[in-house]
């Protein structure tokens, strides 16, 4: 059974533009969480969605927002970027909720210039 | 507000040797720890996951104990091979308001041959 994907791998934006990063959940999987991962905060919770719903937010602004897709697909995106928001964004996947075990993707690992 | 810290923050020993990680929580009152291993630039691998009723854990040359009378969880890996050489994150799972994960910033461990 194929793991989870994150399409790209790496990517480079320069400040106030916008991003959108994409994950694909082990297949079957319904609950996908995004988390960022930075040397200063280590890794933070991002959201969470199952069933096409947000289920679940960190201490995130608005700027970071996501969507998930009847095939349980998940899109996160990111306006407005600001150079802080360099980091490893890591999505994982669990059969139901975020819960239980989760299964985690190789990241996207996003630059602001 | 719970933190979790993960002590020390790097290690190295040399091929062979019993090592035993370090994961401590503030609040007891968890639902479950998992530990996870992360090799470079990559997502995270679930190694071991201790539900809050269970004192231990063990997959091959890993054993996780949890005590949460004292806030504690340790990853024992016993005769230690360089392959083993990766940043080890302890999450504890927890009720607020809903279930989230907290990460500790993690061991980054050396393996030398």
């Known amino acids: 059974k194929a793991g989870v994907t994150q399409t790209p791998r790496y990517l480079i934006k320069t400040r106030g533009q916008q991003v959108t990063l994409s994950c694909s959940p082990i297949?079957?999987?319904?609950?996908v969480s995004w988390y960022q991962q930075t040397p200063g905060q280590g890794l933070q919770f991002l959201f969470e969605?199952?069933?096409?719903?947000?289920?679940n937010k960190g201490n995130f602004p608005g700027r970071f927002s996501g969507r998930q897709f009847s095939n349980s697909r998940s899109e996160m995106n990111v306006s407005t970027l600001e150079l802080g928001d360099s980091a490893l964004y890591l999505c994982?996947?669990?059969?139901?909720?975020?819960?239980?075990?989760?299964?985690f993707g190789p990241g996207t690992r996003l630059l602001v210039l | 507000k719970q933190e979790v810290t993960q002590i020390p923050a790097a290690l190295s020993v040399p091929e062979g040797e019993n090592l035993v990680l370090n994961c401590s929580f503030t609040?007891?009152?968890?639902?479950?720890l998992q530990w996870f291993r992360q090799d470079p630039g990559k997502g995270l691998t679930s190694l071991l996951l201790?539900?809050?009723?269970?004192r231990e854990q063990t997959s091959g040359r890993l054993n996780a104990s949890l005590d949460k009378s004292s806030g504690r969880s340790t990853l024992y890996i016993a005769a230690s091979q360089p392959g083993d050489s990766a940043t080890y994150l302890c999450?504890?799972?927890?009720?607020?308001?809903?279930?989230?994960?907290?990460f500790g910033t993690g061991t980054r461990l050396k393996v030398l041959a």
């Open positions: 969605y199952f069933s096409e719903t947000q289920r």
């Open positions: 999450a504890v799972k927890l009720w607020l308001g809903t279930y989230k994960y907290i």
């Open positions: 201790i539900q809050s009723s269970q």
């Open positions: 994982a996947s669990s059969l139901r909720r975020s819960w239980e075990t989760q299964y």
């Open positions: 297949s079957g999987h319904r609950s």
């Open positions: 609040d007891s009152a968890i639902y479950n």
